[in-house]
């Protein structure tokens, strides 16, 4: 199962490239407190938007664990970027929350500007050292809970890198939408 639709919304998972994704209004950034270029989903949005993303994030920055703030998309192929702090797992706690805080709040950003279409990247799974079972659980459970809310989003993505996470997120998006 790499797609369905819940309260209305289309819930998607495929591999990719989350800076490539140009049929989506807004791609969220697996971002660092200070909203700047970094490794992984961060590096990969920096790059890929230029350097008037990290001009437009300075002043937003610093975010705190669970936050999301909204900017521009740049030189991608999208509207906006929204930045969110995952957890750092093993260190802010509790995780479960703060995690499920970010798609929550990437969720209500979009709401606010009309967003129709947004895709997520596994966030905290990386650097951040979330297992990548435990954070789609949180993910795809979240999503389960806001998706009835909402009223312009109505295609969520998670747009994964590597095969893994990918065969991951399918396993437990048939799990909790059986």
């Known amino acids: 199962m790499d797609r369905i639709t ?3 919304v289309t819930l998607e998972i495929e591999r990719g490239d989350i ?3 140009d049929d989506i209004q807004a791609v969220v950034n697996a971002a660092n407190a200070q909203l700047k270029t970094g490794g992984g989903v961060a590096g990969a949005i920096h790059r890929a938007a230029g350097p008037g993303l990290t001009e437009e994030t300075r002043p937003l920055a610093p975010i705190s664990p669970g936050e999301a703030v909204i900017t521009g998309g740049h030189n991608l192929p999208n509207e906006y970027v929204i930045h969110c702090l995952g957890p750092v797992y093993g260190r802010d706690k509790p995780e479960d929350e703060l995690l499920a805080n970010c798609y929550k709040n990437a969720l ?3 709401e ?10 596994a966030i905290s799974t990386g650097a951040f ?4 079972e435990a954070a789609a659980r949180v993910a795809l459970s979240t999503i389960q809970e806001e998706a009835e809310h909402l009223e312009s989003v109505n295609t969520i993505r998670f747009v994964l890198f590597g095969e893994d996470d990918y065969n991951i997120h399918q396993k437990v998006m048939e799990e909790i939408f059986e």
């Open 112 to 121: 606010e500007e009309d967003v129709e279409s947004i895709a997520f990247p």
């Open 19 to 21: 800076a490539a994704q």
């Open 129 to 132: 050292g979330y297992p990548t």
């Open 6 to 8: 819940v309260s209305g």
């Open 108 to 110: 209500k950003r979009a």
